[in-house]
């Protein structure tokens, strides 16, 4: 069984720093893509975010709207993926999915719950 | 980008009835369109991709289409459940872009 959870969410003044982490299992990690996508509250769903898997290198894509302020990467010995946001915003406040895709395809066939991220003084 | 213009904003319908969801392309997606569906407490469920093509364990009420840029998920014969969120997304060309998303409400 397919497995993803996500963890690293919480309370963050603006202009900090966060490093969300996502813990996968039940298929073979190293055969996937892996994605950030984020929910403002009340909002629709905003993709963040690609790791491609070590056949193509982990290359990397962003949204541009945030290349600047967010790196993703993955340890394939864990099965795990992570987001490192800096520099953030108000704006920024909301539940971050991580999400599977595959080498040969960019829909995503499965979700963790999220983890809320929340950007306050 | 491409953008995905998503209607209904909100759609209201009593069990048993069909219903349709519309998701239109700035530019050609090709057939690179999927569906989900968006519920409180429980991950985000992947429908159909690549337009029409139902994703293993959804059933088969749950149905796509495409005519051009144009997308549409049909549900027919509402059961409780698929009551909810609806997004569409485009997975043809980077940034991968969503729709704006339909609330699916008990009439």
């Known amino acids: 069984e397919v497995q993803i959870l996500e963890t690293g969410g919480g309370l963050v003044k603006p202009g900090g720093s966060l490093r969300l982490s996502c813990a996968t299992s039940g298929f073979n990690f190293n055969d996937y893509f892996m994605n950030w996508v984020r929910q403002a509250p009340g909002k629709g769903l905003e993709w963040v975010a690609q790791?491609?898997?070590?056949?193509?290198?982990?290359?990397?894509h962003y949204a541009e709207s945030l290349e600047d302020r967010v790196t993703i990467s993955r340890d394939d010995s864990t099965s795990s993926i992570y987001l490192q946001v800096s520099s953030l915003r108000p704006e920024d406040t909301a539940i971050y999915y991580c999400t599977r895709s595959g080498s040969y395809y960019w829909y995503f066939d499965f979700w963790g719950p999220g983890t809320m991220v929340t950007v306050s003084s | 980008d491409v953008q995905m213009t998503q209607s209904p904003y909100n759609l209201a319908a009593s069990p048993g009835e069909s219903v349709s969801i519309n998701c239109k392309a700035s530019?050609?997606?090709?057939?690179?369109l999927a569906w989900y569906q968006q519920k409180p407490g429980k991950a985000n469920k992947l429908l159909i991709y690549?337009?029409?093509t139902l994703q293993s364990g959804i059933p088969s009420r749950f149905s796509g289409s495409r005519s051009g840029t144009d997308f549409t998920l049909t549900i027919r014969s509402l059961e409780p459940e698929d009551f909810g969120l609806y997004y569409c997304q485009q997975h043809n060309e980077y940034p991968l872009t969503f729709g704006s998303g339909t609330k699916l409400e008990i009439k």
């Open positions: 790791i491609r898997n070590k056949y193509y290198d982990h290359g990397t």
């Open positions: 530019k050609s997606i090709s057939k690179y």
């Open positions: 690549d337009g029409s």
